[in-house]
């Protein structure tokens, strides 16, 4: 018998941002996610990848409110330590071809249940976390599987904004984005 999955889409609003409310940690998968899930090589050593430098912005306002942000990836790149540190993201784990062991090692060194966290994913590797995590989530241009085990789907696809846009349904469910905006307008 196939287990059942959930819906393609959205729960209710509300329950989203219920669930939000809770959200003490936000993770990532990196490519299809912070990124277009493109990756160039060089021929030598070299890879590329290109990040969304308001989906930055947005993870650096989660983190001035005082939710951390970390990133659980597959691959390994050089690229993704850097954009990692650029951000002040100290939780990162690559080559995770099995991602929920370091999903479980990550909520038991933070100490937070899998209520409290939120996890963004594309593809099919994400399932598992997208099953545990109190907010799975699934960008636009995410494989129908992933999106079959999130509960909200981004409008933006991976690399063009779904970040940000996760960032701010966060911190406006918790009533922090009117704050943030009235920060700069008095700058």
Same mark, same amino acid.
């Given at each position: 018998?196939?287990k059942?999955?959930?819906p393609?889409?959205?729960?209710?609003?509300?329950?989203l941002?219920?669930?939000?409310?809770l959200?003490?940690?936000l993770?990532?998968?990196? @490519?299809?996610?912070?990124?277009d899930?493109g990756?160039?090589? =060089?021929g030598a050593?070299?890879?590329?990848?290109?990040f969304?430098?308001?989906d930055?912005h947005?993870?650096?306002l989660?983190q001035?409110?005082?939710? =951390?942000?970390?990133l659980i990836?597959g691959? /390994?790149?050089r690229v993704?330590?850097?954009?990692a540190?650029?951000l002040? !993201?100290?939780?990162v784990y690559?080559?995770?071809?099995?991602?929920a062991p370091?999903?479980?090692?990550?909520?038991?060194k933070?100490?937070l249940?899998?209520?409290?966290?939120a /996890?963004v994913? @594309?593809?099919v590797?994400d399932i598992?976390?997208?099953?545990r995590?109190?907010l799975p989530v699934?960008?636009a241009d995410?494989?129908?599987?992933?999106k079959?085990h999130?509960?909200?789907?981004?409008?933006?696809k991976?690399?063009c904004g779904?970040?940000?846009e996760?960032?701010?349904? !966060?911190?406006?469910a918790?009533g922090?984005?009117d704050d943030?905006i009235d920060?700069?307008?008095k700058?």
């Open positions: 018998m196939k059942q999955t959930k393609v889409g959205p729960v209710n609003t509300r329950g941002k219920e669930r939000a409310k959200i003490k940690l993770i990532f998968d990196v @490519d299809g996610v912070l990124t899930g990756i160039i090589l =060089d050593e070299g890879e590329y990848k290109k969304n430098v308001r930055g947005g993870i650096k989660l001035r409110a005082g939710i =951390d942000v970390a990836t691959r /390994y790149s993704v330590e850097k954009r540190s650029e002040g !993201i100290r939780e690559q080559r995770c071809i099995d991602k370091a999903y479980e090692a990550l909520l038991e933070l100490g249940p899998a209520m409290e966290t /996890y994913g @594309d593809d590797v598992p976390i997208l099953m995590a109190g699934a960008v995410a494989h129908e599987e992933a079959r999130a509960l909200m789907i981004t409008k933006a991976g690399g779904a970040a940000r996760c960032v701010e349904f !966060i911190l406006k918790k922090l984005w943030i920060s700069y307008s700058a």
